[in-house]
Protein backbone atom coordinates (compact mmCIF):
# COMPACT_ATOMS: atom_id res chain seq x y z
CA UNK A 1 0.00 0.00 0.00
CA UNK A 2 0.81 3.36 -0.92
CA UNK A 3 1.47 6.07 2.02
CA UNK A 4 -1.92 8.27 2.17
CA UNK A 5 -1.18 11.50 2.39
CA UNK A 6 2.40 12.47 0.94
CA UNK A 7 1.97 14.24 -2.47
CA UNK A 8 -0.89 16.50 -1.23
CA UNK A 9 0.35 19.80 -0.63
CA UNK A 10 -1.20 23.43 -1.08
CA UNK A 11 0.88 26.16 -2.24
CA UNK A 12 0.08 29.41 -2.79
CA UNK A 13 0.57 30.22 -6.29
CA UNK A 14 1.20 26.46 -7.29
CA UNK A 15 -1.13 23.62 -8.95
CA UNK A 16 -2.69 21.64 -6.27
CA UNK A 17 -1.55 17.69 -5.92
CA UNK A 18 -3.78 14.67 -5.32
CA UNK A 19 -2.97 11.92 -3.75
CA UNK A 20 -4.07 8.57 -5.58
CA UNK A 21 -2.91 5.59 -3.16
CA UNK A 22 -3.50 1.78 -3.25
CA UNK A 23 -5.47 0.02 -0.98
CA UNK A 24 -5.79 -3.62 -0.22
CA UNK A 25 -9.34 -5.33 0.16
CA UNK A 26 -10.52 -8.89 0.67
CA UNK A 27 -9.82 -11.53 -0.93
CA UNK A 28 -6.74 -10.46 -2.57
CA UNK A 29 -8.50 -7.26 -4.64
CA UNK A 30 -6.73 -3.84 -4.35
CA UNK A 31 -8.59 -0.56 -5.21
CA UNK A 32 -7.39 2.96 -6.78
CA UNK A 33 -8.45 6.02 -4.20
CA UNK A 34 -8.10 9.65 -4.76
CA UNK A 35 -7.56 11.56 -1.46
CA UNK A 36 -8.07 15.12 -1.59
CA UNK A 37 -9.73 17.92 -0.01
CA UNK A 38 -9.40 18.43 3.85
CA UNK A 39 -7.10 15.93 5.56
CA UNK A 40 -9.04 16.25 8.91
CA UNK A 41 -12.30 17.37 7.29
CA UNK A 42 -15.82 14.95 7.10
CA UNK A 43 -15.35 12.23 4.78
CA UNK A 44 -16.99 12.80 1.26
CA UNK A 45 -16.93 9.47 -0.76
CA UNK A 46 -17.66 10.32 -4.77
CA UNK A 47 -18.82 7.78 -7.33
CA UNK A 48 -17.23 8.30 -10.37
CA UNK A 49 -19.78 7.90 -13.92
CA UNK A 50 -19.51 5.35 -16.55
CA UNK A 51 -16.48 4.69 -17.88
CA UNK A 52 -14.24 6.75 -15.21
CA UNK A 53 -11.50 6.54 -12.68
CA UNK A 54 -11.23 7.88 -9.55
CA UNK A 55 -9.30 11.06 -10.93
CA UNK A 56 -12.81 12.37 -11.92
CA UNK A 57 -13.30 14.51 -9.32
CA UNK A 58 -9.72 15.89 -8.75
CA UNK A 59 -10.85 18.97 -9.55
CA UNK A 60 -13.48 19.24 -6.25
CA UNK A 61 -10.31 19.09 -4.34
CA UNK A 62 -10.15 22.81 -3.64
CA UNK A 63 -13.96 23.17 -3.05
CA UNK A 64 -14.00 20.35 -0.29
CA UNK A 65 -11.14 21.50 1.25
CA UNK A 66 -12.96 24.90 1.39
CA UNK A 67 -16.08 23.31 2.83
CA UNK A 68 -14.02 20.94 4.97
CA UNK A 69 -14.99 17.88 3.48
CA UNK A 70 -12.40 14.63 2.93
CA UNK A 71 -12.47 14.08 -0.82
CA UNK A 72 -12.57 10.19 -0.90
CA UNK A 73 -13.05 8.35 -4.64
CA UNK A 74 -12.30 5.08 -5.59
CA UNK A 75 -12.26 3.34 -9.14
CA UNK A 76 -14.61 0.29 -9.44
CA UNK A 77 -13.08 -2.56 -9.97
CA UNK A 78 -11.89 -3.63 -13.32
CA UNK A 79 -11.17 0.48 -13.74
CA UNK A 80 -7.78 1.87 -13.45
CA UNK A 81 -5.71 -0.22 -11.26
CA UNK A 82 -8.29 -1.42 -9.18
CA UNK A 83 -8.70 -5.35 -9.57
CA UNK A 84 -12.04 -6.32 -11.50
CA UNK A 85 -14.57 -8.10 -9.85
CA UNK A 86 -16.86 -9.87 -12.31
CA UNK A 87 -20.13 -10.35 -12.04
CA UNK A 88 -20.14 -7.59 -9.22
CA UNK A 89 -23.84 -6.03 -8.47
CA UNK A 90 -24.40 -2.14 -7.77
CA UNK A 91 -24.69 -3.10 -3.93
CA UNK A 92 -21.08 -4.88 -3.94
CA UNK A 93 -19.97 -1.10 -3.98
CA UNK A 94 -21.02 -0.14 -0.27
CA UNK A 95 -18.81 -3.36 0.92
CA UNK A 96 -15.59 -1.48 -1.04
CA UNK A 97 -17.19 1.69 0.63
CA UNK A 98 -16.82 0.30 3.95
CA UNK A 99 -13.70 -1.40 3.51
CA UNK A 100 -11.92 1.75 2.15
CA UNK A 101 -13.75 4.12 4.83
CA UNK A 102 -12.15 1.40 7.72
CA UNK A 103 -8.68 1.61 5.88
CA UNK A 104 -8.57 5.00 6.30
CA UNK A 105 -9.67 4.72 10.06
CA UNK A 106 -13.63 6.92 9.53
CA UNK A 107 -16.77 5.97 10.10
CA UNK A 108 -19.68 8.21 9.06
CA UNK A 109 -19.62 10.08 5.54
CA UNK A 110 -21.90 11.56 3.11
CA UNK A 111 -21.93 10.62 -0.60
CA UNK A 112 -22.20 11.63 -4.12
CA UNK A 113 -22.64 9.76 -7.27
CA UNK A 114 -22.59 11.31 -10.70
CA UNK A 115 -24.27 9.31 -13.72
CA UNK A 116 -23.61 5.59 -12.98
CA UNK A 117 -22.19 6.79 -9.97
CA UNK A 118 -25.40 7.43 -8.82
CA UNK A 119 -27.11 3.97 -7.91
CA UNK A 120 -23.62 3.30 -6.24
CA UNK A 121 -23.91 6.53 -3.96
CA UNK A 122 -27.15 5.30 -3.25
CA UNK A 123 -26.50 1.69 -2.08
CA UNK A 124 -24.66 3.48 0.13
CA UNK A 125 -27.20 4.92 1.70
CA UNK A 126 -29.15 2.20 1.38
CA UNK A 127 -26.69 -0.75 2.90
CA UNK A 128 -24.81 1.45 5.19
CA UNK A 129 -27.29 2.86 7.21
CA UNK A 130 -25.67 3.72 10.75
CA UNK A 131 -22.57 5.17 8.71
CA UNK A 132 -24.16 7.25 5.90
CA UNK A 133 -25.42 10.60 6.63
CA UNK A 134 -26.84 11.56 3.44
CA UNK A 135 -26.71 11.20 -0.24
CA UNK A 136 -26.73 12.65 -3.54
CA UNK A 137 -27.36 11.66 -6.92
CA UNK A 138 -26.41 13.84 -9.61
CA UNK A 139 -27.41 13.01 -13.00
CA UNK A 140 -27.87 9.20 -11.87
CA UNK A 141 -29.41 6.69 -13.59
CA UNK A 142 -33.01 4.78 -12.41
CA UNK A 143 -33.07 1.56 -12.24
CA UNK A 144 -33.57 -0.84 -15.56
CA UNK A 145 -36.67 -3.18 -16.40
CA UNK A 146 -39.14 -1.42 -13.80
CA UNK A 147 -42.86 -1.07 -15.11
CA UNK A 148 -43.47 2.96 -14.87
CA UNK A 149 -39.65 4.12 -16.08
CA UNK A 150 -38.82 3.64 -19.73
CA UNK A 151 -35.09 3.19 -19.00
CA UNK A 152 -34.05 4.47 -23.00
CA UNK A 153 -36.63 6.30 -23.49
CA UNK A 154 -34.53 9.94 -24.23
CA UNK A 155 -30.93 8.52 -24.63
CA UNK A 156 -29.08 9.69 -27.16
CA UNK A 157 -28.28 6.39 -29.85
CA UNK A 158 -25.47 5.63 -28.64
CA UNK A 159 -26.87 4.78 -25.08
CA UNK A 160 -29.66 3.14 -26.51
CA UNK A 161 -27.23 0.52 -28.52
CA UNK A 162 -24.60 0.00 -26.09
CA UNK A 163 -27.71 -1.18 -23.88
CA UNK A 164 -29.54 -3.10 -26.18
CA UNK A 165 -25.85 -5.15 -26.11
CA UNK A 166 -26.13 -5.40 -22.08
CA UNK A 167 -29.44 -6.96 -22.31
CA UNK A 168 -28.09 -9.63 -24.85
CA UNK A 169 -25.26 -10.44 -22.33
CA UNK A 170 -21.74 -10.19 -21.99
CA UNK A 171 -20.52 -12.11 -25.21
CA UNK A 172 -22.68 -9.21 -27.19
CA UNK A 173 -21.48 -5.89 -24.82
CA UNK A 174 -17.99 -7.09 -25.32
CA UNK A 175 -18.50 -7.20 -28.94
CA UNK A 176 -20.23 -3.66 -28.59
CA UNK A 177 -17.19 -2.87 -26.54
CA UNK A 178 -14.58 -3.71 -29.06
CA UNK A 179 -16.14 -2.34 -31.72
CA UNK A 180 -17.48 1.13 -30.10
CA UNK A 181 -15.39 1.59 -26.85
CA UNK A 182 -11.81 1.62 -27.83
CA UNK A 183 -11.31 5.27 -29.49
CA UNK A 184 -12.47 6.03 -25.57
CA UNK A 185 -9.17 4.32 -24.46
CA UNK A 186 -6.81 7.56 -26.44
CA UNK A 187 -9.37 10.29 -26.49
CA UNK A 188 -7.59 13.84 -25.85
CA UNK A 189 -9.70 16.66 -25.13
CA UNK A 190 -9.90 18.22 -27.87
CA UNK A 191 -11.75 15.48 -28.96
CA UNK A 192 -14.17 14.26 -25.78
CA UNK A 193 -17.24 16.18 -27.11
CA UNK A 194 -17.36 14.11 -30.69
CA UNK A 195 -16.21 11.32 -29.59
CA UNK A 196 -19.43 11.24 -27.46
CA UNK A 197 -21.55 12.15 -30.51
CA UNK A 198 -25.48 12.06 -29.55
CA UNK A 199 -24.68 12.02 -25.98
CA UNK A 200 -24.16 15.52 -25.34
CA UNK A 201 -26.45 18.25 -26.23
CA UNK A 202 -24.76 21.65 -27.18
CA UNK A 203 -25.00 22.84 -23.60
CA UNK A 204 -22.57 20.70 -22.36
CA UNK A 205 -20.15 20.72 -25.31
CA UNK A 206 -19.73 24.65 -24.13
CA UNK A 207 -18.27 22.94 -20.88
CA UNK A 208 -16.41 20.42 -22.69
CA UNK A 209 -13.59 22.36 -23.31
CA UNK A 210 -10.12 23.17 -22.08
CA UNK A 211 -8.50 21.97 -19.01
CA UNK A 212 -11.80 20.33 -17.60
CA UNK A 213 -12.22 18.59 -21.38
CA UNK A 214 -8.53 17.13 -21.08
CA UNK A 215 -9.06 16.23 -17.00
CA UNK A 216 -12.72 14.26 -17.95
CA UNK A 217 -10.40 12.36 -21.37
CA UNK A 218 -7.73 11.58 -18.55
CA UNK A 219 -10.21 10.41 -16.67
CA UNK A 220 -11.35 7.67 -19.51
CA UNK A 221 -7.94 6.89 -20.68
CA UNK A 222 -6.61 5.97 -17.47
CA UNK A 223 -10.15 4.43 -16.43
CA UNK A 224 -9.77 1.97 -19.09
CA UNK A 225 -6.30 1.62 -19.56
CA UNK A 226 -5.94 -1.89 -18.40
CA UNK A 227 -8.98 -2.87 -20.66
CA UNK A 228 -12.85 -2.39 -20.88
CA UNK A 229 -14.27 -4.62 -18.07
CA UNK A 230 -14.87 -1.95 -15.62
CA UNK A 231 -16.65 -0.72 -18.00
CA UNK A 232 -18.58 -3.80 -18.91
CA UNK A 233 -19.47 -5.05 -15.62
CA UNK A 234 -20.79 -1.54 -15.15
CA UNK A 235 -23.67 -1.53 -18.22
CA UNK A 236 -23.87 -5.64 -17.01
CA UNK A 237 -24.79 -4.64 -13.19
CA UNK A 238 -27.27 -1.50 -14.69
CA UNK A 239 -28.92 -4.20 -16.36
CA UNK A 240 -30.16 -6.72 -13.58
CA UNK A 241 -31.27 -5.67 -9.90
CA UNK A 242 -29.38 -3.15 -7.97
CA UNK A 243 -29.11 -5.76 -5.09
CA UNK A 244 -31.12 -3.71 -2.37
CA UNK A 245 -34.40 -1.69 -2.29
CA UNK A 246 -34.45 1.72 -2.56
CA UNK A 247 -37.53 1.14 0.29
CA UNK A 248 -34.40 1.02 2.83
CA UNK A 249 -32.64 4.26 2.41
CA UNK A 250 -33.37 6.79 5.08
CA UNK A 251 -30.79 9.02 5.28
CA UNK A 252 -31.88 12.56 3.18
CA UNK A 253 -31.16 11.89 -0.73
CA UNK A 254 -31.24 14.79 -2.87
CA UNK A 255 -31.72 14.15 -6.43
CA UNK A 256 -30.18 16.66 -9.23
CA UNK A 257 -31.24 16.26 -12.63
CA UNK A 258 -31.12 18.13 -15.80
CA UNK A 259 -33.68 18.46 -18.47
CA UNK A 260 -31.68 18.43 -21.39
CA UNK A 261 -29.60 15.64 -20.60
CA UNK A 262 -29.28 12.64 -23.10
CA UNK A 263 -27.30 10.50 -21.07
CA UNK A 264 -29.44 10.01 -18.44
CA UNK A 265 -32.50 11.69 -19.54
CA UNK A 266 -35.02 13.45 -16.63
CA UNK A 267 -37.54 10.76 -16.29
CA UNK A 268 -34.81 8.91 -14.20
CA UNK A 269 -34.27 11.66 -12.07
CA UNK A 270 -38.06 12.13 -11.42
CA UNK A 271 -38.51 8.77 -10.93
CA UNK A 272 -35.73 8.62 -8.05
CA UNK A 273 -37.24 11.63 -6.46
CA UNK A 274 -41.01 9.56 -6.78
CA UNK A 275 -39.41 6.35 -5.32
CA UNK A 276 -36.94 7.29 -2.63
CA UNK A 277 -38.29 8.23 0.74
CA UNK A 278 -38.31 11.70 1.08
CA UNK A 279 -36.00 12.20 -1.40
CA UNK A 280 -35.39 16.17 -2.40
CA UNK A 281 -35.53 17.28 -6.12
CA UNK A 282 -32.94 19.67 -7.58
CA UNK A 283 -34.14 19.16 -10.92
CA UNK A 284 -32.39 22.22 -13.08
CA UNK A 285 -34.08 23.27 -16.27
CA UNK A 286 -31.47 24.10 -19.04
CA UNK A 287 -28.93 21.77 -18.21
CA UNK A 288 -27.28 18.56 -19.81
CA UNK A 289 -25.53 15.94 -18.05
CA UNK A 290 -21.76 17.75 -17.78
CA UNK A 291 -22.95 20.71 -17.21
CA UNK A 292 -25.39 20.22 -14.48
CA UNK A 293 -22.18 19.13 -12.34
CA UNK A 294 -19.92 21.86 -13.90
CA UNK A 295 -22.51 24.21 -12.51
CA UNK A 296 -23.87 23.61 -9.66
CA UNK A 297 -20.80 22.11 -7.62
CA UNK A 298 -20.91 24.79 -4.86
CA UNK A 299 -24.17 24.27 -4.25
CA UNK A 300 -23.80 20.33 -4.50
CA UNK A 301 -21.18 20.45 -1.72
CA UNK A 302 -23.13 23.10 0.21
CA UNK A 303 -25.98 20.67 0.65
CA UNK A 304 -24.09 17.78 1.44
CA UNK A 305 -21.71 19.51 4.16
CA UNK A 306 -25.38 20.80 6.31
CA UNK A 307 -25.20 16.37 7.01
CA UNK A 308 -21.62 16.71 7.98
CA UNK A 309 -21.61 16.53 11.94
Known sequence: MLPLWPAYKRTP??????????????????????LGGDPQGFPLVMHHGTPGDSTLFGDWDEPCSAHGMKLICASRPGYATSTRQAARSVADAATDVAAILDRLAHDD?????????????????ALLPRRCRAAATLAGVGPFGVGDLDFLAGMGPENVVEFGAACEGETALRQWMRDN???????????????????????????????????????????????????????LAFTKPWGYELTAIHAPV???????????????????????????????????????VVHYRAEILADLRQFCR
Not at 14 to 30: P, Q, S, V
Not at 112 to 123: E, K, M, R, T
Not at 186 to 209: C, F, H, M, N
Open 13 to 34: GDALTINITTLELAHGRTVDVL
Open 181 to 235: GEPLRAVTGEAIAASLGGLVPEVDKQVLVGGYAEAMATSFRRGLERGLNGWIDDD
Open 254 to 292: TVWQGDLDLMVPFAHGRWLVDHIPGARARLAPGHGHISL
Open 109 to 125: FVTAGWSGGGPHALACA
